[in-house]
């Protein structure tokens, strides 16, 4: 048993939990806007002209509309693959918060009669070709299954973005394929969670009420007032 809160209270540290991920999604931009393109084959520029990373970010910034930039250090830039391991690493955590949420919704929903049965998920699909009337909560259930990908995937990369040696790292196409499906899976379970399952939930009142008024830890408010002792005996 634990303190009650309310449902808006418990949606607001959902929301938080991706108002976070985007912050930190959008800090990663100006690492992965810096181009190593200039640095030629170790990052001396040798054979380039001087001017050409500067004005392949210039050409690359106007047909994207992103403020591309070359790369302080082409050396960091061709050696590493550090950003992409920063990016990945900031997916993952929102994968966990992913994975939270809907970990959380699957628990709320879980019922009628053994579960908690505290929210009711919109029924989408038949949940059982044996056990009729079985529905499950798939939109939640999904996105634990895009979680555990994403996570699955930042550690390829990370492997990836560790095996670089001296100023050359030939693993980057398994870390473009594993960074490109991550942002694509979450960016479309992030929807189908948000619309077709938290949106539409709806809330079973009653049931919530029938566990609040026999919830004896609510006793616990009271310490201030008549001390630990006495409320622990109330609660028993």
């Given at each position: 048993m634990?303190?009650?809160v309310?449902l808006?209270?418990?949606?607001s540290g959902?929301?938080?939990?991706i108002?976070?991920?985007?912050?930190?999604l959008?800090?990663?931009?100006?690492?992965?806007?810096?181009l190593a393109?200039?640095?030629?084959?170790?990052?001396?520029?040798?054979?380039?002209?001087?001017?050409?990373g500067?004005?392949?970010?210039?050409?690359?910034?106007?047909?994207t509309?992103?403020?591309?930039k070359?790369?302080?250090?082409?050396?960091?830039?061709?050696?590493t693959?550090?950003?992409?391991?920063?990016?990945?690493?900031?997916?993952?955590?929102?994968?966990?918060?992913?994975?939270?949420?809907?970990?959380?919704?699957?628990?709320?929903?879980?019922?009628?009669?053994?579960?908690?049965?505290e929210?009711?998920?919109?029924?989408?699909q038949?949940?059982?070709s044996?056990?009729?009337g079985?529905?499950n909560?798939?939109?939640?259930?999904?996105a634990?299954?895009?979680a555990?990908?994403?996570?699955?995937?930042d550690?390829t990369?990370?492997?990836a973005?560790?095996s670089g040696n001296?100023?050359?790292?030939?693993?980057?196409?398994?870390?473009?394929?594993?960074l490109?499906?991550?942002?694509?899976?979450?960016a479309?379970?992030?929807?189908a969670?948000?619309?077709?399952?938290?949106?539409?939930?709806?809330?079973?009142?009653?049931?919530?009420?029938e566990?609040l008024?026999?919830n004896?830890i609510?006793?616990?408010a009271?310490?201030?007032?008549?001390?630990?002792?006495q409320?622990?005996?109330?609660?028993?």
């Open positions: 634990l303190m009650p309310t808006g209270q418990e949606l959902w929301r938080t939990q108002e976070h991920g985007i912050a930190r959008q800090s990663v931009e100006p690492r992965l806007l810096a393109q200039g640095g030629t084959a170790v990052g001396t520029g040798i054979n380039a002209h001087p001017d050409f500067a004005r392949f970010a210039q050409e690359l910034a106007g047909l509309a992103l403020p591309f070359p790369s302080h250090n082409y050396f960091e830039s061709m050696s693959q550090d950003a992409a391991v920063e990016l990945s690493g900031q997916l993952k955590t929102l994968a966990v918060s992913l994975m939270k949420i809907a970990n959380d919704l699957r628990w709320m929903n879980s019922g009628p009669l053994a579960g908690l049965g929210i009711a998920l919109p029924a989408l038949p949940g059982s044996i056990m009729p079985k529905v909560p798939v939109i939640p259930e999904a634990t299954m895009v555990a990908q994403v996570i699955g995937n550690m990369i990370t492997i973005g560790q001296f100023q050359l790292n030939v693993m980057l196409p398994v870390i473009a394929h594993n490109l499906e991550s942002i694509r899976l979450l479309s379970i992030h929807r969670l948000a619309d077709s399952a938290i949106a539409g939930f709806k809330v079973n009142t009653a049931r919530l009420a566990a008024d026999r004896p609510l006793v616990t009271l310490n201030p007032v008549i001390g630990y002792e409320g622990a005996a109330i609660a028993k």
